[in-house]
């Protein structure tokens, strides 16, 4: 059931909801500031003290201050929240209460106390002045929206998503089916605080920062974790209540100025910004890291003199950044396994993952990672171990993972969140260069062809004939046999291919307790398969999933009989033999039901259809079939006069993150790269040319036997059935020639400054 609160009952909801809100959140008070990895990794002892005050003086923006110097790849500085749009996010009576007293309104915040030197009234005058100036900054909503939503879908999603990796559960909750555990055990590590959610934020503002928290606060460590507005809904109605926050202020222009001055006297710039007057308030910097005294002075004193900011650090936090301070004269610059793991102790990745036995769920936390594929175990609750990650993932792969682009574990409830571009280009490198090494084995390729797999024998070998891997995974969205796990369609893509031999020869030394068996025990293939040679088997199987879109199911999960190919969520690009296009054609569907084939022997576009798309029987299973023809409708003839010069060479083509082909040729002295794709039921064409004469005309149509281009508007013409649009360069010269009954249409591409043309335009039937 899903509820509207209007307004006028918003204060009973809240009160009535309060068993799921932030209130009910169990999670000890704490005194400190929290910062999860130092809490876990560095509190149960004074050893190794030197890395978490590194740790601190990063996460506690110290450095925005005090400049780290040289050492700012050990201790990076970050950015605080965004100050801009308060008004539609944040209660003007809470922004007041906070900067007055953020340890009491938010304890364990990393926000430092800036006025604690003041008297308690002038606390309140200086909070209410800065909440002013922040407030004029931004314009006013003309209205804040009721709270829509469920609570207790909220709540589910709150212990089960993955908020409460790092964040503490509802006591009174209990985990549903899917856990292995029926009662939580005592949770050990301090959580990050909530806060009182109901106070801060207006529905409509909180639903906003969950749906992209990144925007806020490019550096803080809440990653966006992917969800509808509709569970976010869910989710800020029980955090917060539904409340609608609190009435707007009349700005008064004495107390803006007010806080204007005091936001530059305090330092504010130092870590936020106030983007939406338009202005830069400069920050005032304090000693360099390496000058300061490591000693318990200052703002590492117990009671910080007037001034300077109040962080309530502990003992510990204290005694940790004095070492650090102390070290940081014979620091050296950290190697890429180093930055790795302080990367992930940052983003609290250990609360999730293990990597290199370091981290993974929390005993107490873990009954809360929950699967709907009982079946795979724990393989299915937690989130995968990283160790050897770099090894294993593709760069691409790991950019788009830690922007929580890929969900390939459908049965895992925890969600992989987004952590946004910087640090997946981060990951990305690091993982890579820690990870790779010169001692792994390459494939067999490059000048070993005879060594090398075939397609039709990875088909057998992944079928119920083979070695079965469908009675356990799904097959580009087909179900497996038996357990759902992880779908291969996404193998090629995610995984080196050197990786995922050595996986499959030895799957328990990668991942321990895996119910992953081997087929090539020690190396030695089971199956008779091409000889038992088990360098070929595997390489067929990867050469198999590669090409996916080009084959058959395997036995055991194809349908007979059916062939017809369906670009369901991704284009398909398909060789085959084809009428009006060639022994040599490469057909293109695509999910908007408009399709295309290439002539790439005559390195020419020849049809376009709608509906259907292809039957591949003719490819696939009998070679003595008729040339394939569109199974869709409105099939037309590509307009002649379309190709790029006279002597053409094709050269093979690359696919773009969605899956849409660009053909790559060579036309005349021109490297050329040609990309159709839809558009409104109809299709664009994107030409690039690169070299050649920039003073030569190209074709775009033509015309034989007295038959006419007919001009319909400003670069607008028809041939027949057929309307081009040149929709770039807007500039371009035109012309038609006239010649022995035939009429041409050219176009004078431009070429930039460096030596590159690009054309843009629209084909209709």
Same mark, same amino acid.
């Given at each position: 059931?899903?509820?509207?609160?209007?307004?006028?009952?918003?204060?009973?909801?809240?009160?009535?909801?309060?068993?799921?809100?932030?209130?009910?959140?169990?999670?000890?008070?704490?005194? %400190?500031?929290?910062?999860?990895?130092?809490? =876990?990794?560095?509190?149960?002892?004074?050893?190794?003290?030197?890395?978490?005050?590194?740790?601190?003086?990063?996460?506690?923006?110290?450095?925005?201050?005090?400049?780290?110097?040289?050492?700012?790849?050990?201790?990076?500085?970050?950015?605080?929240?965004?100050?801009?749009?308060?008004?539609?996010?944040?209660?003007?009576? #809470?922004?007041?209460?906070?900067?007055?007293?953020?340890?009491?309104?938010?304890?364990?915040?990393?926000?430092?106390?800036?006025?604690?030197?003041?008297?308690?009234?002038?606390?309140?005058?200086?909070?209410?002045?800065?909440?002013? #100036?922040?407030?004029?900054?931004?314009?006013?909503?003309?209205? =804040?929206?009721?709270?829509?939503?469920?609570?207790?879908?909220?709540?589910?999603?709150?212990?089960?998503?993955?908020?409460?990796?790092?964040?503490?559960?509802?006591?009174?909750? !209990?985990?549903?089916?899917?856990?292995?555990?029926?009662?939580?055990?005592?949770?050990? @590590?301090?959580? @990050?605080?909530?806060?009182?959610?109901?106070? !801060?934020?207006?529905?409509?503002?909180?639903?906003?920062?969950?749906?992209?928290?990144?925007? /806020?606060?490019?550096?803080?460590?809440?990653?966006?974790? *992917? +969800?509808?507005?509709?569970?976010?809904?869910?989710?800020?109605? #029980?955090?917060?209540?539904?409340?609608?926050?609190?009435?707007?202020?009349?700005?008064?222009?004495?107390?803006?100025?007010?806080?204007? !001055?005091?936001?530059?006297?305090?330092?504010?710039?130092?870590?936020?910004?106030?983007?939406?007057?338009?202005?830069?308030?400069?920050?005032?910097?304090?000693?360099?890291?390496?000058? @300061?005294?490591?000693?318990?002075?200052?703002?590492?004193?117990?009671?910080?003199?007037? =001034?300077?900011?109040?962080?309530?650090?502990? *003992?510990?936090?204290?005694?940790?950044?004095?070492?650090?301070?102390?070290?940081?004269?014979?620091?050296?610059?950290?190697?890429?396994?180093?930055?790795?793991?302080?990367?992930?102790?940052?983003?609290?990745?250990?609360?999730?993952?293990?990597?290199?036995?370091?981290?993974?769920?929390?005993?107490?936390?873990?009954?809360?990672?929950?699967?709907?594929?009982?079946?795979?175990?724990?393989?299915?609750?937690?989130?995968?171990?990283?160790?050897?990650?770099? $090894?294993?993932?593709?760069?691409?792969?790991?950019?788009?993972?830690?922007?929580?682009?890929? $969900?390939?574990?459908?049965?895992?409830?925890? =969600?992989?969140?987004?952590?946004?571009?910087?640090?997946?280009?981060?990951?990305?490198?690091?993982?890579?260069?820690?990870?790779?090494?010169?001692?792994?084995?390459?494939?067999?390729?490059?000048?070993?062809?005879?060594?090398?797999?075939?397609?039709?024998?990875?088909?057998?070998?992944?079928?119920?004939?083979?070695?079965?891997?469908?009675?356990?995974?799904?097959?580009?969205?087909?179900?497996?046999?038996?357990?759902?796990?992880?779908?291969?369609?996404?193998?090629?893509?995610?995984?080196? *291919?050197?990786?995922? $031999?050595?996986?499959?020869?030895?799957?328990?030394?990668?991942? *321990?307790?895996?119910?992953?068996?081997?087929?090539?025990?020690?190396? !030695?293939?089971?199956?008779?398969?091409?000889?038992?040679?088990?360098?070929?088997?595997?390489?067929?199987?990867?050469?198999?999933?590669?090409?996916?879109?080009?084959?058959?199911?395997?036995?055991? +999960?194809?349908?007979?009989?059916?062939?017809?190919?369906?670009?369901?969520?991704?284009?398909?690009?398909?060789?085959?033999?084809?009428?009006?296009?060639?022994?040599?054609?490469?057909?293109?569907?695509?999910?908007?039901?408009?399709?295309?084939?290439?002539?790439?022997?005559?390195?020419?576009?020849?049809?376009?259809?709608?509906?259907?798309?292809?039957?591949?029987?003719?490819?696939?299973?009998?070679?003595?079939?008729? &040339?394939?023809?569109?199974?869709?409708?409105?099939?037309?003839?590509?307009?002649?006069?379309?190709?790029?010069?006279?002597?053409?060479?094709?050269?093979?083509?690359? &696919?773009?993150?969605?899956?849409?082909?660009?053909?790559?040729?060579?036309?005349?002295?021109?490297?050329?790269?040609?990309?159709?794709?839809?558009?409104?039921?109809?299709?664009?064409?994107?030409?690039?040319?690169?070299?050649?004469?920039?003073?030569?005309?190209?074709?775009?149509?033509?015309?034989? %036997?007295?038959?006419?281009?007919?001009?319909?508007?400003?670069?607008?013409?028809?041939?027949?059935?057929?309307?081009?649009?040149?929709?770039?360069?807007?500039?371009?010269?035109?012309?038609?020639?006239?010649?022995?009954?035939?009429?041409?249409?050219?176009?004078?591409?431009?070429?930039?400054?460096?030596?590159?043309?690009?054309?843009? +335009?629209?084909?209709? /039937?």
């Amino acid at each position: 059931m899903r509820l509207v609160l209007h307004s006028s009952f918003c204060w009973i909801v809240a009160l009535l909801s309060v068993i799921g809100t932030t209130e009910a959140i169990a999670a000890t008070v704490p005194s %400190h500031p929290i910062v999860a990895g130092f809490e =876990r990794f560095f509190t149960a002892s004074s050893t190794n003290l030197v890395k978490g005050g590194e740790l601190l003086l990063s996460e506690l923006r110290c450095v925005n201050c005090h400049d780290s110097g040289e050492h700012k790849e050990r201790i990076p500085t970050l950015s605080g929240p965004l100050l801009d749009n308060l008004p539609t996010r944040l209660n003007f009576d #809470y922004l007041v209460e906070w900067l007055s007293k953020p340890h009491a309104s938010k304890p364990g915040t990393l926000m430092p106390h800036l006025l604690s030197g003041e008297s308690e009234q002038a606390q309140k005058d200086d909070a209410t002045a800065l909440a002013f #100036y922040l407030f004029s900054t931004s314009p006013f909503p003309a209205s =804040r929206e009721a709270a829509s939503g469920s609570l207790e879908n909220g709540r589910r999603l709150y212990h089960s998503i993955g908020c409460v990796a790092c964040h503490a559960p509802e006591e009174a909750f !209990k985990p549903g089916e899917g856990s292995a555990e029926s009662v939580p055990e005592q949770i050990k @590590i301090a959580s @990050i605080p909530l806060g009182n959610l109901q106070r !801060k934020y207006s529905h409509e503002g909180l639903v906003g920062f969950l749906l992209d928290p990144v925007k /806020w606060h490019p550096d803080a460590r809440m990653p966006r974790t *992917p +969800m509808s507005e509709s569970e976010a809904a869910d989710l800020a109605l #029980y955090l917060s209540g539904g409340n609608l926050g609190s009435g707007l202020p009349a700005l008064l222009p004495d107390r803006i100025e007010k806080g204007r !001055k005091r936001f530059a006297e305090l330092s504010c710039a130092a870590c936020h910004t106030v983007g939406g007057a338009g202005e830069s308030i400069p920050a005032l910097k304090a000693k360099p890291l390496a000058e @300061i005294n490591a000693e318990a002075a200052g703002c590492l004193s117990d009671s910080p003199p007037p =001034r300077l900011p109040d962080y309530q650090l502990s *003992p510990l936090q204290r005694q940790a950044i004095i070492a650090a301070l102390k070290n940081l004269p014979q620091a050296k610059p950290l190697a890429a396994a180093q930055r790795v793991h302080r990367h992930m102790l940052a983003l609290n990745c250990y609360a999730c993952h293990a990597r290199d036995g370091i981290g993974g769920p929390e005993t107490g936390r873990a009954v809360y990672f929950q699967t709907s594929g009982a079946d795979l175990e724990d393989e299915g609750r937690f989130p995968p171990p990283l160790t050897g990650v770099g $090894r294993k993932l593709l760069p691409q792969a790991i950019k788009r993972i830690v922007q929580g682009e890929e $969900r390939i574990r459908p049965y895992m409830t925890t =969600r992989m969140p987004d952590f946004g571009e910087h640090h997946a280009e981060q990951f990305a490198k690091t993982f890579s260069a820690t990870d790779l090494t010169g001692t792994i084995k390459p494939t067999p390729r490059d000048g070993n062809e005879h060594l090398t797999g075939r397609s039709p024998w990875g088909r057998e070998l992944i079928g119920t004939k083979g070695v079965g891997c469908i009675y356990c995974h799904d097959l580009n969205g087909n179900k497996s046999l038996g357990i759902r796990a992880v779908d291969l369609l996404h193998a090629p893509k995610r995984l080196h *291919p050197e990786w995922f $031999r050595d996986y499959l020869i030895d799957p328990a030394s990668f991942k *321990p307790g895996t119910r992953m068996p081997s087929f090539w025990p020690e190396g !030695k293939a089971v199956h008779e398969l091409v000889g038992k040679n088990t360098a070929r088997q595997i390489d067929s199987l990867w050469v198999y999933l590669t090409e996916l879109d080009q084959n058959r199911l395997p036995e055991g +999960m194809e349908e007979k009989g059916n062939f017809e190919l369906k670009p369901t969520n991704a284009p398909i690009v398909f060789r085959t033999f084809m009428k009006d296009a060639g022994l040599h054609a490469i057909s293109v569907g695509f999910p908007e039901g408009v399709h295309i084939a290439f002539d790439s022997e005559q390195v020419r576009w020849a049809l376009a259809w709608r509906g259907q798309f292809l039957d591949a029987e003719g490819t696939w299973d009998d070679r003595f079939a008729p &040339l394939a023809e569109p199974l869709g409708t409105n099939v037309l003839q590509w307009p002649l006069g379309a190709e790029v010069g006279d002597e053409r060479q094709f050269k093979g083509y690359r &696919l773009d993150a969605r899956g849409v082909p660009t053909f790559l040729y060579q036309a005349d002295t021109w490297e050329v790269e040609d990309t159709v794709e839809p558009i409104a039921g109809n299709l664009r064409r994107t030409l690039t040319l690169r070299g050649g004469s920039p003073s030569k005309w190209l074709g775009l149509l033509s015309r034989h %036997h007295g038959e006419k281009i007919e001009t319909l508007d400003d670069r607008v013409w028809s041939a027949g059935a057929v309307q081009l649009r040149l929709v770039q360069p807007a500039t371009a010269r035109t012309a038609i020639l006239q010649n022995n009954g035939s009429q041409h249409l050219i176009v004078s591409p431009e070429f930039d400054a460096q030596g590159e043309a690009k054309l843009v +335009m629209e084909v209709r /039937w």
